[in-house]
């Protein structure tokens, strides 16, 4: 992974470093300047660029966020707030990332190492696999040197954030405060007023029908839809034509030939003691707990049966604390340095510290550092081979296909006859969904492009390193107006809604006049043939009580003068609600347990942590040069 750069400089590896650092320049240059490859940016960060991609997958990443957690069928009701939002949130990421740079955040090998090995997506049976590594990179179109610079860059941010929120602190008096207000209760009593009781008095006129149709015809709409031509150059697809030299292959072992040697490898198994709860007692505990079982082991004790008993690493203690066999790199470095010390099998290490808690390991096995023979290594020889091959030519096609796309940008026709490759189409791509090659988002936000869809431009597309394809607009459908008839049930049942919903309100303001009135909630509700749920003192967080009602509840002031506050409150579906606020009760801070305090500062601290750095990253952003294209963004 990290040793890429270093499997030798000689041979062909140090062509295929050079075309992997010169070569792109020359393919993408003339796409750059053509307009083929990088759109127009939406914002400009001290000079750095977030393109219109860049927003889209982040605009659709939030999208899918909030549709896990209010539903598949989630639609914003304002995009263009939320489209805003999320640039902020881009803009804050690039100042925050630059600021990480310019203070001299730096990430070691053996954090970043740490990092990616403990990614579930590259691990197989609970450990890091370095071909799948590789395999779900190239998927994903990055290469190992782009993915370990985004981690770095990512984990640098981290330090930077965590060294701002490291400052933060709470006194005495703002714990107090804070679980007053955090442990207030308020004596509610409410009543649901239903908008499905009211459904079946709902009937909309054809009238009302037509007017809800004509003053409603932008969600009315079919989507538009675009018909694309497409050549793609994949070296992916490349190298399952080439074919294998056999002697070229031993000759390439030859070469590589010290990468083929596996790492000494150790069998090992673990005791882990967690520290239960935070602090040094916590951990002065966990340690002497450690020390009390390695002094069973040394007195004879099974180790298998203590790590069942007394371990806390679940998946490893049902095992009799066994990891299998592990290289370096693959661990913890206390844990690492310490098992790798032992100088033969059945030797006991420890306790040892890491961030987990103290551990004690035991080596069970030894295997020393071997070569690979050719036939060990022939298939990932032979897989390596053909990748090169095809790079070779994938970036001696590529720079042909982009000087060939920006030369002759209204046909696909003349990269078709020099390179052999075949045109391909996709119809019915809309903005948001296609197949085939429509699937990638890259592809469509360039399908719907000025350069594509209006001008009728051949578009140069980079889906991954040694992944292109030029497309062009064959033929869209405009967005049409469906008719009446086909959306007439759909137009009732909202209608029958929004009928039922203002009646529900109606009743419930019905109701929330008459208590204020001097009337009980019970007398009003009754007459309303409704149920009241009585009076009970209920924290800020119950589950018992809608969240909307709660959330009122809490906001209204406290009730002055004996007198109960009374309020409505929309519910989901059209319901509504009337609740009656009759008390409040502050939090008590003399009540709070130790282990409760430590949780609760814990909490009070990272809500400063949270405000500290939305301050530093505003002052950032004052002093940063930001320029925000918002034609662009109302582009798509």
Do not use: C
Not at 203 to 225: C, D, G, L, R, V
Not at 265 to 290: E, N, S, V, W
Not at 310 to 320: L, N, P
Request: proline share 3%; hydrophobic share 40%; glycine share 6%.
């Amino acid at each position: 992974m990290l040793d890429a750069l270093r499997e030798g400089t000689r041979g062909w590896i140090a062509w295929v470093i050079i075309l992997i650092l010169v070569v792109p320049f020359a393919l993408w240059g003339i796409g750059n300047y053509a307009g083929f490859v990088t759109p127009s940016y939406v914002a400009e960060v001290n000079g750095a660029e977030i393109t219109q991609v860049d927003l889209n997958k982040a605009y659709r990443n939030r999208i899918e966020q909030l549709r896990q957690l209010f539903g598949s069928d989630y639609v914003p009701d304002d995009a263009a707030t939320l489209k805003q939002q999320v640039l902020d949130a881009l803009i804050d990421n690039n100042l925050l990332t630059q600021q990480a740079v310019d203070a001299g955040y730096r990430v070691g090998n053996q954090d970043l190492v740490a990092q990616i090995h403990a990614m579930p997506a590259f691990s197989v049976g609970g450990k890091f696999n370095l071909d799948v590594y590789r395999v779900r990179l190239r998927q994903a179109g990055y290469t190992p040197e782009g993915f370990e610079d985004a981690i770095r860059q990512d984990l640098a941010v981290r330090q930077l954030r965590a060294g701002i929120a490291g400052s933060a602190i709470a006194t005495g008096s703002e714990f107090d405060h804070f679980v007053a207000l955090a442990d207030e209760q308020r004596k509610i009593a409410y009543v649901t007023v239903k908008a499905d009781n009211y459904l079946s008095k709902a009937q909309p006129t054809e009238a009302e029908i037509e007017a809800f149709y004509q003053s409603h015809k932008q969600s009315f709409m079919t989507p538009e839809k675009v018909s694309i031509a497409y050549i793609e150059l994949d070296a992916q697809d490349i190298a399952k034509q080439v074919s294998v030299n056999e002697q070229a292959l031993r000759s390439l072992y030859q070469d590589k030939k010290d990468t083929f040697v596996k790492q000494e490898q150790r069998q090992a198994a673990h005791i882990l003691i967690a520290p239960k709860g935070d602090g040094p007692d916590a951990l002065q505990k966990a340690k002497a707990t450690a020390e009390s079982v390695l002094k069973k082991i040394q007195n004879g004790g099974d180790f298998g049966a203590l790590a069942k008993k007394y371990s806390d690493d679940a998946g490893s203690a049902a095992k009799g604390g066994e990891l299998g066999w592990v290289q370096r790199g693959e661990l913890v470095e206390p844990f690492e340095k310490a098992l790798f010390s032992a100088n033969k099998a059945g030797a006991i290490v420890g306790p040892v510290k890491t961030q987990y808690g103290y551990h004690i390991i035991k080596l069970e096995g030894i295997r020393q550092p071997q070569q690979q023979s050719f036939e060990e290594v022939r298939d990932q020889l032979a897989a390596d081979y053909r990748q090169q091959k095809a790079e070779d030519k994938f970036y001696k096609l590529g720079s042909q296909l982009s000087n060939l796309a920006f030369d002759h940008s209204d046909s696909l026709e003349p990269i078709h006859k020099a390179l052999n490759l075949p045109i391909e189409q996709v119809k019915g791509v809309t903005r948001d969904s296609g197949e085939g090659i429509a699937a990638n988002s890259a592809v469509r936000d360039a399908a719907f492009s000025n350069e594509v869809y209006k001008n009728g431009k051949n578009h140069l597309v980079k889906l991954g390193d040694t992944h292109v394809v030029v497309l062009r607009d064959v033929g869209h459908q405009p967005a049409e107006l469906k008719p009446l008839a086909a959306v007439k049930p759909e137009i009732v049942k909202t209608l029958k809604r929004q009928a039922a919903a203002k009646q529900a309100e109606q009743v419930a303001s019905r109701i929330a006049a008459q208590v204020k009135s001097g009337a009980s909630l019970e007398a009003a509700a009754t007459a309303e043939q409704l149920e009241v749920q009585a009076p009970e003192f209920v924290e800020r967080n119950a589950r018992d009580v809608p969240q909307p009602i709660l959330k009122a509840a809490f906001l209204a002031d406290a009730p002055a003068d004996s007198k109960a506050d009374v309020g409505t409150v929309a519910l989901k579906d059209g319901d509504q609600a009337v609740y009656v606020l009759a008390g409040v009760k502050p939090g008590d801070a003399a009540g709070v347990t130790d282990q409760q305090k430590t949780m609760l500062m814990r909490r009070l601290v990272g809500s400063h942590a949270q405000a500290d750095l939305a301050a530093y990253v505003a002052d950032l952003r004052r002093q940063a040069d930001v320029d925000i294209q918002k034609d662009n963004i109302d582009n798509y």
